[in-house]
Structure formats: C-alpha cells, structure tokens
C-alpha cells in the first residue's frame, strides 16, 4: 500500500497495464477479457465539446468494452470533472479518443481511491447520481464499493475483491511521468544511453531514448511526451556539460533538423564486451557520480577525481 499512497498514477497505471499484459504476479483477469491499454492521458472532446482526460484507456475487443480510469490520491472529487465524464458518448470515443472496433460500444469511467478516503470521495458520486463504478484500493484489495459495471466478469471480479499485492506491481511500464524529477527519469535514461553506448551507436536522440525508456511511450498522450521529451533534454545536456563531458558532445545541426542528438564522441566500452571489463566500468562510474549529482545538484567539471583502476 506504501507503493500507491507514495505515487498513486505511477502504480496504477503500472499495475492495471501488467495486468493486461498477463504479468504473472498480478491478477489476470484482464488479460483473460483480453483488455489492452489503449491511451494514457489521452485529451479529447466529450459531446459537448468539453475537455476530459482519463489517467487512462483501456479497451477490449471480445467484451465490446472500454474503460476509462480516474483516480484520487486525495479525498475530494471534482465536481466540473464528474460532470464532463458523465457526457462522454460512444460517438466521443470512437471520434475522439480513436478507439477502434467494438470495444468502444460499452464503456465505465470508473473512479479509484484509497479506501480511507472512501466516505468522502462517494458523496460526489451520489449527490450528482452518477453511474460510475467506484473502487476501492485497501491494503491488499481493490473492491468495488458503488455502481456496477457494464462488464458482467469484472463486476464478478471486483464484487468480491481483486486480490493485490502492491509491493509486486512491476513499475517498468511507466516508471516515470511528467510529474517526476529529472533524478527518476534520469535513472531510467542513463541506462539507455550507456546501452546504446554498449552497442557502439555513434548518437543518441531523445525520442529513442524516450522510447526506450517507457514501454508505453506511443500511447501516451502528446503533451505528456513533449514534457518528458524537454527533461530528458535536460538530463543529457547537464551529461554532456559536466560528467559525460568529452563523451557526449550536442550536435547542433541534427538537433535544428529533428529531435535533439549528442554525438557519443569517446566511447570506452566495447562491442559486445562483458559488463565486468574496464570500460563498463568507468561509464557506469561515471553514470553514478551524475546520478548522484542531479540529486544533489553538483557536478563535476567532467574529469576523473582519480585515475581509474585497472
């Protein structure tokens, strides 16, 4: 529970998409539905002509089924945003959020919240008389505390609790998000860039880098993109200007042309090379002292403290 009260988007998202994919530490009623993330945090007009924005899609093919996720780390509900769910039509989701086949012919915006908050967040619920299942996140269980599904096997599902351990969720779907700092995503970043820099790449452009570094990269929505596309930006020009310096170098020219590239101007390690040899070991040294410096914002000025040891 630690897992969800700490960052609620990051592991629900995390845990409902592994359940789609039939991780084998969760549930796998998702999978079994054949449910598959469709978006995260996909912007669209509802019919009206308003402005809603799921945490996130799902949808299924052989359910005709589509369900939209919206969840509450906090004990208050926003009334204007109840609302604008409540006017989303097939029509929208078909035209709008793009969701293709028969999947969406039936759908649930469904809320999730933690179950302390529970009292609190039904009042909006009831007094606005929405039809939106709820569910509650506890300890080791999400339950379905009001309304109903359209889908008769989640109802069956959720009625009686889905089990969960939240200390398991995989978090390598979205380990990060927009929200997050530069020193999470970097983590995730500089594992790519020293793998491409494994693979002897001669550059390393922040939308392979990006893509690389969240599984789910394509179905997120444009504006969380562009936001994460600018911190890992960040991230490898604070590289290449001081620890990564005489590594990494900005290539003005493919930069102007297309997204943002470096140059991998000095590359240490080897083409297929063990991970144990002297190379990988000085750029995951240096990795380290970046890490460590985003976190505590100083850097060095790119040069070794010391000789590195053979």
Not at 135 to 159: G, H, I, W
């Amino acid at each position: 529970m630690e897992n969800l009260s700490s960052n609620t988007n990051l592991t629900l998202l995390n845990l409902f998409i592994g359940m789609c994919r039939g991780e084998r530490v969760l549930p796998d009623v998702l999978r079994r539905l054949q449910y598959k993330e469709h978006s995260i945090e996909c912007k669209f007009q509802n019919s009206e002509n308003e402005t809603v924005q799921p945490e996130l899609i799902l949808a299924s093919e052989l359910k005709a089924h589509s369900l939209l996720f919206e969840w509450k780390a906090g004990a208050n509900m926003d009334d204007d945003q109840l609302r604008r769910y409540s006017k989303i039509t097939t029509e929208d989701l078909k035209q709008r959020a793009l969701i293709g086949g028969q999947a969406p012919n039936k759908f649930d915006v469904t809320i999730i919240g933690l179950d302390d908050n529970m009292e609190r967040l039904l009042i909006g619920i009831r007094n606005g008389q929405y039809r939106f299942p709820v569910l509650a996140a506890s300890a080791d269980t999400l339950l379905l505390k009001e309304n109903s599904f359209a889908c008769l096997e989640l109802n069956q599902v959720f009625q009686v609790g889905l089990n969960i351990d939240w200390k398991l969720i995989p978090m390598n779907y979205v380990p990060f998000d927009k929200e997050s700092d530069l020193c999470i995503i970097a983590e995730k970043v500089m594992q790519s860039v020293v793998e491409k820099m494994h693979r002897r790449e001669p550059r390393i452009g922040v939308e392979d880098v990006a893509s690389d570094s969240v599984k789910t990269w394509r179905i997120l929505d444009d504006s969380c993109r562009q936001t994460i596309r600018g911190k890992i930006k960040t991230i490898l020009s604070k590289a290449s200007r001081y620890e990564f310096r005489g590594y990494l170098k900005y290539n003005r020219e493919m930069s102007r042309k297309g997204t943002a590239t470096w140059d991998v101007v000095n590359n240490p390690i080897e083409l297929d090379s063990d991970k144990r040899n002297k190379g990988f070991k000085k750029i995951n040294s240096i990795t380290e002292r970046f890490l460590d410096a985003l976190k505590t914002g100083k850097h060095s000025n790119g040069q070794d403290p010391l000789p590195f040891p053979d």
